[in-house]
């Protein structure tokens, strides 16, 4: 290994580390590239003139009915334009949607001038105008695995929602979940393949938002692996990250964890010491995490991870400094470039920020969320190289993470700057 450097890089010296590439080619890389949250059109190499479609979706990227469509139409190859929306757990929502769609509701859709809401109302349409993904939801069998989807949906909302502490009150809660987990086994193992179907269907689609969210949640709230537990469903997931389209919506353990609280209206721990073990690392790292009961992804990192953390990073980082409460510090600016150096330059070890900057580092590694800001394995380098800086100067921990909103990460700041 090379000599530890002193000194972090410069800006100019990070952004001189990115391929060069205009506005121009950025957009049209998020135009016609692999699927991605920071799209405003997708176009599938078809003309502009040929969108009929427009997804109303949430700017978090996180709404798992918004996902749910997201990614029929990322499956299905639809052009579509996209207007972001504030869900109120992040900000008020836009007084500009409230004319379009009274309730607020997400996801909406505009369909031929026709607007369209509840994912499945959606989806409806769709299937009409453009055909089923495979087979569509009415057929005999997609049907019944929509009806097993519900009652997964409400063994696990028993379980995360109800029942605190790991006592014989949650015994129960616990093992319903198991049951209902395993008719989805048995249903996924009826086909040869990995998914619900012969081939990857509309079922699957229904499947994707809650299932991995329920991966998520029962990790960090109760220190239960679903994957672990349930191969069938480990390898439909192993089967899913093989899918570009399921790659660029997919979030993360952290992000889905601390996100789900006010949207369920709590969730509760069980409070045993796996489970606390379990989400400290979740929390705190190292990523990735090496627990039996996180099972995250098993597609590996792809290459240029680092460069898209750091290409995220330069975009924001005056707003990130900005809405950082350590951010005023000069000191906070010298200790990210410090965190970013030591994420592209492994090479030269860890460069120790400035002193007393452990907070704002930590607050920032706290509020990555996938995968609005980056995907899962950038998440992941990024997190890794702010906590080792962090970890470098103190123990000090940002402002915990709130569970009756996520005001802390209101999207207004950012939109001069569309990411």
């Known amino acids: 290994m090379s000599a530890a450097i002193a000194d972090p890089l410069g800006w100019d010296d990070l952004q001189e580390l990115l391929p060069p590439q ?3 080619q950025l957009m049209q890389a998020r135009i016609e590239g692999p699927t991605n949250a920071q799209a405003r059109l997708r176009l599938f190499g078809r003309p502009e003139s040929e969108v009929r479609v427009t997804l109303y979706r949430d700017h978090h990227a ?3 009915y918004c996902q749910k469509v997201w990614l029929w139409l990322e499956e299905k190859r639809i052009p579509y334009r996209i207007r972001k929306v504030t869900m109120f757990c992040y900000g008020e929502k836009e007084r500009w949607y409230k004319q379009i769609v009274p309730s607020g509701m997400l996801p909406a859709l505009e369909l031929d001038g026709q607007l369209y809401t509840e994912s499945d109302l959606i989806l409806q349409a ?11 939801l009415s057929d005999p069998d997609v049907f019944p695995l929509r009806q097993l989807e519900r009652r997964l949906f409400r063994a696990w909302c028993q379980w995360l929602c109800y029942c605190e502490g790991a006592g014989p009150h949650s015994a129960p809660a ?22 619900f179907l012969p081939r990857f269907s509309t079922a699957d689609v229904i ?5 991995e969210r329920m991966n998520a949640s029962l990790a960090y709230y109760k220190g239960y692996g679903l994957r672990t537990e349930h191969p069938a469903i480990d390898r439909w997931f192993t089967a899913l990250e093989q899918r570009s389209t399921y790659l660029g919506t997919q979030s993360d353990i952290h992000t889905h964890a601390h996100d789900l609280p006010p949207q369920m209206g709590c969730c509760l ?14 929390d705190q790292g190292p990523w990735p995490v090496q627990h ?4 995250e992804t098993r597609h590996p990192s792809p290459p240029g991870a680092a460069l898209e953390a750091l290409a995220r990073i330069l975009r924001h980082r005056d707003r990130l400094l900005a809405v950082n409460p350590f951010g005023s510090s000069s000191d906070l600016d010298a200790a990210l470039r410090c965190a970013l150096t030591t994420l592209v330059r492994p090479q030269f070890g860890v460069v120790r920020p400035p002193a007393g900057t452990a907070a704002g580092l930590r607050y920032l590694r706290d509020r990555i969320s996938v995968p609005r800001d980056m995907s899962l394995h950038a998440a992941r380098m990024l997190r890794g190289a702010l906590e080792t800086c962090a970890a470098q100067v103190g123990e000090e921990q940002g402002p915990g993470l709130p569970v009756q909103h996520r005001r802390d990460q209101n999207p207004e700041p950012f939109l001069v700057a569309a990411a």
């Open 126 to 136: 769709l299937e009409q105008t453009f055909g089923p993904l495979e087979a569509g």
């Open 22 to 24: 205009s506005e121009l």
């Open 62 to 64: 996180w709404c798992p």
């Open 292 to 295: 039996p009961a996180v099972i």
């Open 269 to 282: 721990a069980s409070g045993s010491a796996e489970q606390r073990h379990v989400a400290r690392l979740i």
């Open 207 to 211: 499947f994707i938002p809650y299932l």
């Open 174 to 195: 616990e093992q319903h979940f198991a049951r209902m987990a395993g008719l989805v086994e048995e249903a996924l193992e009826a086909t040869e393949g990995p998914f």
